[in-house]
């Protein structure tokens, strides 16, 4: 009877994996460097590099699964390029007139291994807010503000994940 209700056990679990293997970190890597976006989107906008760097990093800290460090002590480094930043009527009212304006920032970002000079991953990142443009530049900001949180959140995601 002992060997009938091992072999049941052995068959019933036997069978059964589980692997976490698609959100593995790449080997060895346990620090991390963000530098500051370069910006070739020609949006004049001095500000958007160093909140995208910045709100980068806080969210890296935050999340905690790297340790944040500088360029010259980091396993690996973000490197991220601002390609650009357009905006688009997003909600026209029956007078044709703009009721809502969205602004879109378009970036690429490589994850480079500095202790093997190896690429861990290249990708393009794209996300969006949205504003009201009868407040003025104000409003505009709200938007931007937004596209950079959704935006920062996808480059984290891509970094903890390794999908």
């Known amino acids: 009877m002992k060997y009938l209700t091992f072999l049941t056990v052995l068959l019933a679990f036997g069978g059964c994996t589980y692997s976490?293997?698609?959100?593995?970190?790449?080997?060895g890597v346990h620090t991390v460097a963000v530098q500051t976006f370069d910006d070739r989107s020609g949006f004049g906008d001095p500000s958007l590099r160093t909140n995208l760097?910045?709100?980068?990093?806080?969210?890296?800290v935050?999340?905690?699964?790297?340790?944040?460090?500088?360029?010259?002590t980091a396993d690996a480094a973000v490197i991220g390029v601002i390609n650009s930043v357009s905006t688009q009527p997003a909600a026209v009212s029956g007078n044709e007139s703009v009721g809502k304006w969205r602004i879109t920032i378009n970036v690429s970002v490589k994850f480079q291994n500095l202790k093997t000079q190896k690429v861990i991953w290249t990708k393009d990142f794209s996300d969006w807010g949205e504003y009201d443009p009868s407040g003025g530049p104000s409003n505009r900001d709200i938007g931007l503000n937004q596209a950079e949180d959704k935006i920062t959140d996808d480059v984290l995601l891509a970094l903890v994940t390794n999908w």
């Open 53 to 60: 760097t910045n709100l980068l990093t806080q969210k890296l």
């Open 62 to 72: 935050t999340d905690n699964t790297y340790q944040v460090t500088n360029m010259s």
């Open 20 to 27: 976490f293997r698609g959100a593995s970190l790449p080997p």
